[in-house]
C-alpha cells in the first residue's frame, strides 16, 4: 500500500537559517503530493502542493518539487523564521473517480526555530 | 476566509461512553472526512463520505464508529462504546470534488 516517511525531528534551527525537510514515498500510479503544517494549538493547514511529476509546489517561501524519479518531495526554505516553528506533515493522495481522496501522512517533523 | 470548523475542541468521557464529534465543513464541499492522530503517531485516514453515504474506510472504522450528516451543516463522527486507545485528536475536513482536503482544528478526544 501508500506509504510515505520523513524525517525524524525535531529539527532545531537558528532564525535565517536553510531548511530541509525530507520527504520519500511509496505508491503505485501518480499520486499528488502535499505538506501540510500544523502550527501550535491549531489544526493542519495545506502548505503547498503539487499533482504530477517535476511540479515545484511553494507558498510562503517554502518549496518542494515531485521528484517521481527519487519518489520524493523534499520541503525546503531558504531563511526560517521563528514563527515558522510547527510540525511539517508530508501527504500523498489519491483521488478517486467520484471525486473523494484519500490522504496516507507521513509521522510529522517538528521544526523549532529560534532567535 | 471559509474554515472548516469543528466542536468541542477538547472531550473528555469516560471508558464504554457514547461520544458524539460535530464538524461544519465548508458550504460548498461535498466531501467529508474523518482522520485521526494517536498521540505520537501519524495522521490516519478513519472515513470518507459523500451523498450521504460512506465512500471508503480503513480498517480502524469499525462497528464501534458511524459517521451522520444530520443537516444541511453538520457532519458527525460516533463512537459507540469508547475504549481507551480510541484517545485521539480527531481531524474533520472537507472537500470539493477531485480538489485538496481542508481541515478543522480538530477535537481532543481524552478516554479515562
Known amino acids: 500500500g501508500d506509504s510515505v516517511t520523513q524525517m525524524e525531528g525535531p529539527v532545531t534551527l537558528s532564525e535565517e537559517a536553510f531548511l530541509t525537510i525530507n520527504c520519500t514515498y511509496t505508491?503505485?500510479?501518480?499520486?499528488?503530493l502535499f505538506w501540510y503544517v500544523q502550527y501550535p494549538g491549531e489544526g493542519l493547514q495545506l502548505l503547498l502542493k503539487?499533482?504530477?511529476?517535476?511540479d515545484k509546489g511553494s507558498n510562503k517561501g517554502f518549496e518542494a518539487t515531485y521528484r517521481k524519479e527519487t519518489t520524493s518531495f523534499h520541503l525546503e526554505k531558504g531563511s526560517v523564521q521563528v514563527s515558522d516553528s510547527a510540525v511539517y506533515f508530508c501527504?500523498?493522495?489519491?483521488?478517486?473517480?467520484?471525486?473523494?481522496?484519500?490522504?496516507?501522512f507521513g509521522k510529522g517533523t517538528m521544526l523549532l526555530v529560534s532567535p | 476566509e471559509p474554515e472548516v470548523t469543528q466542536t468541542p475542541s477538547h472531550q473528555v468521557t469516560q471508558m464504554g461512553q457514547e461520544v458524539i464529534l460535530r464538524c461544519v465543513p465548508i458550504?460548498?464541499?461535498?466531501?467529508f472526512y474523518w482522520y485521526r492522530q494517536i498521540l505520537g503517531q501519524k495522521v490516519e485516514f478513519l472515513v470518507s463520505?459523500?451523498?450521504?453515504?460512506?465512500?471508503?474506510k480503513s480498517e480502524i472504522f469499525d462497528d464501534q464508529f458511524s459517521v451522520e450528516r444530520p443537516d444541511g451543516s453538520n457532519f458527525t463522527l460516533k463512537i459507540r462504546s469508547t475504549k481507551l486507545e480510541d484517545s485521539a485528536m480527531y481531524f474533520c475536513?472537507?472537500?470539493?470534488?477531485?480538489?485538496?482536503?481542508?481541515f478543522g482544528q480538530g477535537t481532543r478526544l481524552t478516554v479515562v
Open positions: 475536513a472537507s472537500s470539493e470534488a477531485h480538489k485538496e482536503a481542508f
Open positions: 505508491a503505485t500510479g501518480y499520486p499528488s
Open positions: 503539487a499533482t504530477k511529476a517535476d
Open positions: 501527504a500523498l493522495s489519491r483521488f478517486m473517480n467520484s471525486g473523494y481522496s484519500t490522504l496516507t
Open positions: 458550504s460548498n464541499h461535498l466531501y
Open positions: 463520505f459523500y451523498n450521504n453515504e460512506i465512500s471508503e
